[in-house]
């Protein structure tokens, strides 16, 4: 829970900072702050008949440069999933996700793209019926492809629609446990997610 605290205070950083009490001048510059749902992470192993498999939540936040509706963003992400695996070892898993894509957005507020991300593993449970095992944290590389839509719904203000997939690169994680010499391989890992948030032009200080 206070691992989620920090993750939100940074976030509510990046808020106040876009924000501050000075600025006056809108930018072109837009910040999300978006709710997620992921109904699909898979994990398939060379070795086992059973895949790996999560759902939960996430929050994110992400600062866009817009360059005449190319966007840069530098995002952060947290999720937290429930993991099956095998139909007994359900556990929650918490990661945290820094984020950088380039997004071209239309004049009708569509807009598509690509991204990288790292993926790491900051908190888990142990493994029900497993007798104590928990995963070893990894670090993983991840690419994503993006597709969205955001509308003004005020002056300098967007409701945010977005769609992602990621594929994991590196395959690092959920191959090892802790306390067990043994090491599997992964076939693929890859995730779904979807988010609504809300959109902000930047301000910018008249000082």
């Not at 994990?43 to 994110?60: F, P």
């Not at 900051?122 to 597709?147: C, H, P, V, Y």
């Not at 010499?181 to 301000?203: H, I, M, P, Q």
Request: glycine share 14%; hydrophobic share 40%; net charge negative.
């Amino acid at each position: 829970m206070r691992k989620l605290f920090a993750v939100l205070a940074v976030f509510a950083f990046v808020f106040a900072f876009s924000f501050g009490a000075q600025a006056q001048t809108l930018t072109t510059d837009i910040v999300f702050l978006k709710l997620g749902y992921i109904p699909l992470s898979n994990t398939n192993y060379k070795d086992h008949s059973e895949d790996l498999e999560s759902r939960g939540l996430a929050i994110q936040g992400e600062y866009n440069l817009n360059f005449d509706g190319f966007l840069l963003g530098f995002g952060l992400e947290y999720q937290r999933l429930k993991t099956e695996w095998d139909g007994e070892l359900g556990h929650i898993n918490q990661f945290i996700q820094p984020m950088i894509s380039a997004k071209y957005a239309a004049l009708g507020g569509l807009y598509v793209g690509a991204g990288l991300s790292g993926k790491y593993l900051i908190a888990t449970e142990e493994m029900r019926g497993s007798g104590g095992a928990e995963w070893q944290k990894k670090f993983d590389l991840w690419i994503n492809g993006i597709m969205g839509y955001y509308m003004p719904i005020g002056e300098g203000v967007f409701l945010d629609l977005e769609g992602r997939f990621g594929y994991n690169l590196t395959k690092n994680q959920f191959t090892k446990v802790k306390g067990f010499s043994g090491e599997d391989k992964l076939n693929s890992s890859y995730d779904l997610a979807f988010y609504v948030g809300v959109g902000f032009r930047t301000a910018a200080s008249d000082y």
